[in-house]
């Protein structure tokens, strides 16, 4: 079975521009979650989406925004980009179903994104 | 609040000889407990969990985790370290105050000597 895609795989954008990267989950999961991994940190969460509905929103500016399809792959937008935005932006999918239960994350390799 | 504290950024071992990464975790709820790995240039996989079952959790790659609530410690332990375990291990905790989503730690470099 595929795992987690996302693309583009690398990206360079200038300051001020927007970028949408792209993921689709593990066939059979309806949610995903986006993180943002700065060099030498540890991923920080941006959102969760399931079933089309944003469940969960991290501690970023409303620059970043995301959606999810009927068919569960998903967007991260993000608008007015600053050189602090260039980092690793990783796609997680999950089979989850309610807040109360910790799913597993299946991660995809990352979209690599660079602002001049 | 939750968090996760990854008492070493660097860790250097030779192969052959143990391994053994900590973290400390914070949480107001039974949490669960993960350890991811990253290789250099890749996504992150998945070792092992912690779910409120047994407390040794034995993971892929001969890893294997013990959480003590008494210590609210989650430490990665493997007997003998290989080349291919080179890599950056994240410590990660989830419970319900983060509704599921992940919290991760700093990280641990973990580097193999010949």
């Known amino acids: 079975d595929a795992g987690v895609t996302q693309s583009p795989t690398h990206l360079i954008k200038t300051r001020g521009q927007h970028v949408t990267l792209r993921c689709s989950p593990i066939s059979g999961h309806k949610s995903v979650s986006w993180y943002q991994q700065v060099l030498g940190q540890g991923p920080q969460f941006i959102f969760q989406y399931y079933e089309k509905e944003e469940r969960g929103r991290g501690n970023f500016p409303d620059r970043f925004s995301a959606r999810q399809f009927p068919n569960y792959s998903s967007e991260l937008n993000v608008n007015a980009l600053l050189l602090g935005d260039s980092a690793l932006y990783l796609c997680a999918s999950s089979n989850f179903r309610t807040p109360y239960i910790s799913y597993e994350q299946y991660f995809g390799p990352g979209t690599r994104l660079t602002v001049t | 609040a939750q968090s996760v504290t990854q008492l070493d950024s660097h860790v250097s071992v030779s192969e052959g000889t143990p391994v053994l990464l900590r973290c400390n975790y914070s949480?107001?709820?039974?949490?669960?407990l993960f350890w991811y790995v990253q290789h250099p240039n890749k996504g992150l996989q998945l070792l092992l969990k912690?779910?409120?079952?047994?407390?040794l959790v034995k993971g892929i790659n001969g890893f294997e985790a013990e959480f003590k609530k008494s210590e609210t410690s989650f430490h990665l332990t493997k007997p003998s370290a290989h080349m291919s375990d080179a890599a950056e291990y994240f410590c990660v905790v989830s419970d319900r105050g983060s509704q599921g989503n992940l919290i991760f730690g700093k990280g641990t470099k973990l580097s193999v000597k010949p």
């Open positions: 912690y779910t409120s079952a047994a407390t």
């Open positions: 949480s107001s709820y039974s949490p669960s």
